[in-house]
């Protein structure tokens, strides 16, 4: 089933007199459940890109379809309620709250779409347990290391049982085996839930970790990969 159309959109933002353009008219699709990397050097449209499909942005032109609805005919209201229900989110530095545990903070989204406290309960140990944090739930992010904070944060976008995951350079931050380690956690959710993953990275060693790239120049797409089997 297809979860993300992308139909010839274009981004510019214009500074004074001066206008630049971070996407050229992108065209794409994404299936459920696949586990996409967005590729390519810095300024190349990936984090805008994410953006548009997270809307939390909007083209200039062209249009963006999330689970067959069109975002472009959403008012802001209605594309708070598109985030809130069926996008998560994995930010480059973590995004926590810095006065929340690691339990509370992936409580957090749970509490704000009204789950009752024992499933909120049982959904925040599940996640906690299914990222290696169980041990760690109750410290704050400045008690918890880079790769931990960041295993946090998957557990909060997936809480509450998103449609789709956006990640934008998840392993930024982290060392080699911190980042191995956010990737296989990410991998094995994907391949567990079903929750459709995209990540973005400028990193080709994570590249292999995709079941499929669309690597994006010049605010364009120069190549599209047919999903792998992993």
């Known amino acids: ?9 274009t981004r510019a933002y214009k500074t004074g007199n001066i206008e ?3 996407l050229r008219g992108v065209s794409l699709s994404i299936q459920s459940g696949e586990f996409t990397a967005l590729v390519g050097p810095s300024g190349s449209g990936k984090t805008t890109l994410l953006q548009i499909l997270g809307c939390l942005d909007q083209p ?5 379809w999330i689970n067959g609805k069109d975002v472009s005919r959403l008012n802001r209201n209605q594309r708070a309620d598109l985030r809130r229900g069926s996008i998560g989110f994995i930010f480059q530095f973590f995004a926590l709250i810095p006065t929340l545990t690691a339990y509370e903070n992936v409580e957090l989204p749970l509490l704000l779409n009204g789950m009752p406290s024992s499933e909120r309960r049982q ?3 599940e996640l906690l347990e299914a990222v290696g944090m169980s041990e760690r739930a109750h410290h704050r992010p400045d008690q918890l290391s880079g790769g931990e904070q960041q295993r ?3 557990a909060r976008a997936l ?3 998103p449609l789709l995951i956006l990640a934008d350079e998840p392993t930024a931050n982290l060392d080699t085996e911190n980042g191995k380690q956010v990737m296989e956690i990410m991998q094995r959710l994907n391949q567990e839930t079903g929750v459709t993953f995209v990540f973005a990275t ?3 060693r994570l590249f292999g970790y995709a079941r499929r790239t669309i690597a994006l120049r010049d605010g364009k797409v120069a190549e599209n ?3 792998r089997q992993s």
């Open 225 to 227: 990969s047919h999903e």
């Open 152 to 154: 946090v944060a998957v």
């Open 123 to 125: 959904r925040v140990t």
């Open 159 to 161: 809480a509450p049982r």
């Open 1 to 9: 089933m297809e979860l993300i159309k992308v139909e010839n959109v």
């Open 60 to 64: 200039t032109s062209g249009k963006v």
């Open 20 to 22: 630049t353009l971070a």
């Open 202 to 204: 400028h990193d080709p």
